[in-house]
Protein backbone atom coordinates (compact mmCIF):
# COMPACT_ATOMS: atom_id res chain seq x y z
CA UNK A 1 0.00 0.00 0.00
CA UNK A 2 0.83 3.44 -1.00
CA UNK A 3 -0.17 6.94 1.10
CA UNK A 4 0.05 9.94 -0.62
CA UNK A 5 -0.44 13.54 1.29
CA UNK A 6 -0.80 16.65 -0.68
CA UNK A 7 0.43 20.18 1.04
CA UNK A 8 0.88 23.29 -0.32
CA UNK A 9 -2.96 24.50 -1.40
CA UNK A 10 -4.11 28.02 -0.86
CA UNK A 11 -6.40 31.09 -1.87
CA UNK A 12 -3.59 33.24 -4.06
CA UNK A 13 -4.94 35.99 -6.89
CA UNK A 14 -4.74 35.61 -10.19
CA UNK A 15 -1.10 35.68 -11.86
CA UNK A 16 0.21 34.45 -8.80
CA UNK A 17 2.39 31.02 -7.73
CA UNK A 18 1.91 28.26 -5.85
CA UNK A 19 3.63 25.13 -5.13
CA UNK A 20 1.98 21.66 -4.50
CA UNK A 21 3.64 19.37 -2.45
CA UNK A 22 2.66 15.36 -2.13
CA UNK A 23 4.99 13.10 -0.13
CA UNK A 24 4.69 9.09 -0.63
CA UNK A 25 4.87 6.40 1.88
CA UNK A 26 4.76 2.85 2.61
CA UNK A 27 5.25 0.64 -0.10
CA UNK A 28 6.98 3.34 -2.13
CA UNK A 29 9.92 0.82 -4.05
CA UNK A 30 6.25 -0.02 -5.98
CA UNK A 31 5.79 3.38 -7.40
CA UNK A 32 6.21 4.40 -10.83
CA UNK A 33 4.53 7.35 -12.86
CA UNK A 34 2.86 10.23 -10.19
CA UNK A 35 0.75 12.96 -11.34
CA UNK A 36 -1.54 15.62 -10.70
CA UNK A 37 -5.11 15.78 -11.16
CA UNK A 38 -7.73 18.28 -10.73
CA UNK A 39 -11.83 18.69 -10.36
CA UNK A 40 -13.63 22.32 -10.23
CA UNK A 41 -16.74 22.18 -9.25
CA UNK A 42 -19.81 19.74 -11.95
CA UNK A 43 -16.70 19.63 -13.93
CA UNK A 44 -14.85 15.67 -14.21
CA UNK A 45 -11.58 15.23 -13.10
CA UNK A 46 -8.54 15.68 -15.12
CA UNK A 47 -5.09 14.86 -15.57
CA UNK A 48 -3.23 18.20 -15.30
CA UNK A 49 0.41 16.50 -15.15
CA UNK A 50 2.65 13.08 -15.10
CA UNK A 51 6.14 12.53 -14.45
CA UNK A 52 7.82 9.32 -14.74
CA UNK A 53 10.85 7.75 -12.31
CA UNK A 54 12.45 8.77 -14.69
CA UNK A 55 11.32 11.91 -14.91
CA UNK A 56 9.74 12.21 -18.69
CA UNK A 57 6.70 15.06 -18.31
CA UNK A 58 3.36 15.13 -19.70
CA UNK A 59 1.03 18.27 -19.49
CA UNK A 60 -2.44 19.70 -20.16
CA UNK A 61 -2.46 21.56 -22.89
CA UNK A 62 -3.76 24.88 -20.77
CA UNK A 63 -1.21 24.32 -18.39
CA UNK A 64 2.17 23.84 -20.57
CA UNK A 65 4.24 26.53 -20.02
CA UNK A 66 2.80 27.83 -16.75
CA UNK A 67 2.90 24.43 -14.22
CA UNK A 68 6.04 22.55 -14.00
CA UNK A 69 5.75 19.03 -12.30
CA UNK A 70 9.31 17.60 -10.64
CA UNK A 71 10.15 14.60 -8.25
CA UNK A 72 12.77 14.03 -5.76
CA UNK A 73 13.16 10.27 -5.76
CA UNK A 74 15.41 10.03 -2.45
CA UNK A 75 12.70 12.32 -0.19
CA UNK A 76 9.59 9.89 -2.12
CA UNK A 77 8.17 13.86 -3.10
CA UNK A 78 6.11 15.00 -6.62
CA UNK A 79 5.76 18.42 -7.00
CA UNK A 80 3.75 21.07 -9.00
CA UNK A 81 4.87 24.58 -9.03
CA UNK A 82 2.33 26.68 -10.16
CA UNK A 83 2.91 29.99 -11.80
CA UNK A 84 0.91 32.66 -13.32
CA UNK A 85 -2.25 31.29 -11.84
CA UNK A 86 -6.47 32.20 -13.40
CA UNK A 87 -9.17 31.91 -11.55
CA UNK A 88 -9.74 28.64 -14.21
CA UNK A 89 -7.17 27.10 -12.37
CA UNK A 90 -9.39 27.17 -9.33
CA UNK A 91 -9.90 23.61 -8.20
CA UNK A 92 -8.91 20.44 -5.98
CA UNK A 93 -5.74 19.35 -7.13
CA UNK A 94 -4.87 15.01 -6.20
CA UNK A 95 -1.92 13.81 -6.08
CA UNK A 96 -1.82 9.91 -7.91
CA UNK A 97 0.74 7.46 -8.23
CA UNK A 98 0.87 4.18 -9.98
CA UNK A 99 2.02 0.87 -9.20
CA UNK A 100 4.87 -0.20 -11.48
CA UNK A 101 2.97 -3.84 -9.90
CA UNK A 102 0.60 -6.14 -12.44
CA UNK A 103 -1.77 -5.35 -12.55
CA UNK A 104 -1.39 -1.93 -11.93
CA UNK A 105 -2.70 -0.10 -8.35
CA UNK A 106 -3.72 2.95 -8.59
CA UNK A 107 -3.36 5.91 -5.14
CA UNK A 108 -4.90 9.06 -4.19
CA UNK A 109 -4.12 11.22 -2.10
CA UNK A 110 -6.92 13.41 -0.27
CA UNK A 111 -6.93 16.86 -2.18
CA UNK A 112 -5.67 20.01 -1.95
CA UNK A 113 -7.98 23.09 -2.67
CA UNK A 114 -6.04 25.72 -4.87
CA UNK A 115 -8.43 28.47 -5.36
CA UNK A 116 -7.54 32.04 -7.77
CA UNK A 117 -9.14 34.76 -6.62
CA UNK A 118 -8.52 38.83 -6.36
Known amino acids: QVQLVESGGGLVQPGGSLTLSCAASGSIFSIGTMGWYRQAPGKQRELVATITRGSSTNYLDSVKGRFTISRDNAKNTVYLQMNSLKPEDTAIYYC????????????WGQGTQVTVSS
Open 96 to 107: NALSRTTPVDDY
